[in-house]
């Protein structure tokens, strides 16, 4: 646990320079009404300020948007933020209409001019700030798809924002799966996974950002976040920590 590790490249950081683990939560807008409706009970045992509030809070904005016909109703997500921002919880951007900024195929060919994508960004804050969703300081910008090229990265910091993403190898982002995709990884298979990269990694999960999705699809009944209790303790007996980035 001595060892400190940081993997940086053209303005993204992928591994925080810190002995200990962090573990990132992302979510979006998929089944997030539902997704932190369940979310909220793990909260809850973890400590979450004025649990009661919060979950008719929850409750009633499900009802009004289930009544629409739409569970994921604007409603419900801006309730979210909000409370999420209360609770302490670090709230950023992940661009506003989740843009492919390369190709799959071809990694350094670009698909968004530099006007797109900084639009695009300042888009984003721009309706966190409009719901007072933002949390104080935000500068980290998490990439859609989690994929760019050093280009989008120079361009976010140019922008004074740094782009961060998972650690490469942890593979719990694999979570958003769904059973009928041909790269469905089970909660099992992630968690089987997350434990073999951090024995086999010299490096260990030091440092590393894990990420774990708040949103998926309904489809996916099989939620990682149920394993976050298993991970905490499991991952808290071999001397790691969970850190704030």
Do not use: C
């Not at 409603?75 to 843009?99: E, R, T």
């Amino acid at each position: 646990m001595d060892r400190k590790e940081i993997i940086q490249e053209v303005n993204k950081i992928l591994r925080n320079d810190i002995k200990e683990q962090i573990l990132e939560n992302k979510s979006k807008n998929k089944d997030i009404g539902g997704d932190y409706s369940e979310f909220f009970t793990f909260m809850k045992e973890r400590g979450m300020k004025d649990p009661k509030k919060f979950a008719a809070m929850v409750n009633k904005a499900k009802k009004i948007a289930e009544k629409k016909g739409k569970p994921n109703d604007k409603k419900v997500i801006i309730g979210i933020l909000k409370q999420m921002v209360q609770d302490h919880h670090f709230v950023g951007p992940h661009s506003d209409k989740h843009l492919l900024y390369a190709s799959w195929e071809k990694r350094d060919s670009l698909l968004v001019p530099r006007d797109l994508f900084e639009s695009d960004l300042k888009s984003n804050y721009m309706e966190l700030e409009k719901i007072k969703a933002l949390s104080d300081g935000t500068k980290y910008f998490l990439p859609p798809y989690e994929y760019y090229n050093s280009a989008i990265a120079s361009w976010a910091a140019n922008m004074g924002v740094t782009l961060i993403n998972l650690t490469p190898g942890t593979g719990t982002n694999a979570d958003y799966t769904t059973p009928g995709m041909k790269n469905y990884r089970s909660s099992d298979e992630l968690l089987a996974r997350l434990k073999n990269f951090e024995s086999s990694a010299e490096e260990g999960l030091n440092g590393s950002f894990i990420l774990i999705h708040l949103g998926t699809h309904p489809d996916r009944t099989d939620k990682f976040y149920y394993k976050l209790n298993e991970i905490i303790k499991y991952f808290s007996l071999k001397g790691y920590t969970f850190k704030r980035l």
